[in-house]
């Protein structure tokens, strides 16, 4: 079984401030892990995805992740917020590189304040 | 550039009356998922097909619900009869034949689905 926990429904922060989304992952298998982007009623957008080797992950629109196995943790980062920014975020975890459907967390709301 | 096609985008139905939504992959894609996203959570599977047959519909409430992708492309979610607790989003991902790590789900705009 897999499972996502994101750390607060809620983020606020400053135009131009850091970008931090916290997400922990569980997974009995080395895991797949993505972030999505959902904008209001809209579908879900891949920002990132991290499958194997390098740890740090580049996204678009200036985002990134780093894969902790110690910590079991996937957190998004952008180092300087836009209004763009503003929507739903969502981390999910796949066990593996197979097709089987993704593990989502509840998401987090973020909100930029100029 | 190639998109997942839903339809409709928003229904609005009574309870107990039959809804129905279509989805059209990306060409090429032979897996195709069915998300619903209750407002304030994230999505959760419902069914997944590869070609024209079940992989997985564990989570499929399956006394309402039914999905059918006859020709291994395009698919429809029948809910009947519908529930008060089935408002929710309805998201359609593909995927390509795996390749390496190269799984990405792409997913269509969703269907809005409020029953009063």
């Given amino acids: 079984a897999q499972s996502v926990t994101q750390l607060g429904s809620h983020v606020s922060v400053s135009e131009g401030a850091l970008v931090l989304l916290r997400c922990n992952y569980?997974?009995?298998?080395?895991?797949y892990l993505f972030w999505y982007v959902?904008?209001?009623n809209q579908g879900l957008q891949l920002l990132l995805k991290y499958t194997t080797g390098a740890t740090l992950v580049k996204g678009i629109n200036?985002?990134?992740?780093?894969?902790?196995?110690?910590?079991?943790?996937?957190?998004?980062t952008k180092p300087s917020a836009h209004m763009s920014d503003a929507a739903e975020y969502f981390c999910a975890v796949k066990s593996g590189g197979g097709a089987d459907g993704l593990t989502f967390g509840?998401?987090?709301?973020?909100i930029i304040q100029p | 550039?190639?998109?997942?096609?839903?339809?409709?985008?928003?229904?609005?139905?009574?309870?107990?009356?039959?809804?129905?939504?279509?989805?059209?992959?990306?060409?090429?894609?032979?897996?195709?998922?069915?998300?619903r996203q209750i407002l304030g959570q994230g999505p959760e599977l419902l069914v997944q097909f590869q070609d024209?047959?079940?992989?997985?519909?564990?989570?499929?409430?399956?006394?309402?619900?039914?999905?059918?992708?006859?020709?291994?492309?395009d698919s429809t979610l029948k809910i009947q009869p519908a529930e008060l607790g089935d408002s929710a989003m309805y998201l359609c991902a593909s995927s390509p034949p795996i390749a390496g790590d190269l799984n990405e789900q792409f997913f269509g705009p969703g269907t809005r689905l409020t029953v009063l």
């Fill in chain 1, 38 to 40: 959902q904008y209001p």
């Fill in chain 1, 26 to 31: 569980s997974s009995s298998v080395p895991p």
């Fill in chain 1, 106 to 110: 509840k998401g987090t709301h973020l």
């Fill in chain 1, 62 to 76: 200036g985002f990134e992740a780093e894969f902790k196995k110690s910590e079991t943790s996937f957190h998004l």
């Fill in chain 2, 1 to 35: 550039e190639a998109e997942v096609a839903q339809s409709p985008r928003y229904k609005i139905t009574e309870k107990s009356q039959a809804v129905a939504f279509w989805c059209d992959p990306i060409s090429g894609h032979a897996t195709l998922y069915w998300y």
């Fill in chain 2, 52 to 73: 024209e047959s079940v992989v997985d519909d564990s989570q499929l409430p399956k006394d309402r619900f039914s999905a059918e992708r006859l020709k291994g492309v």
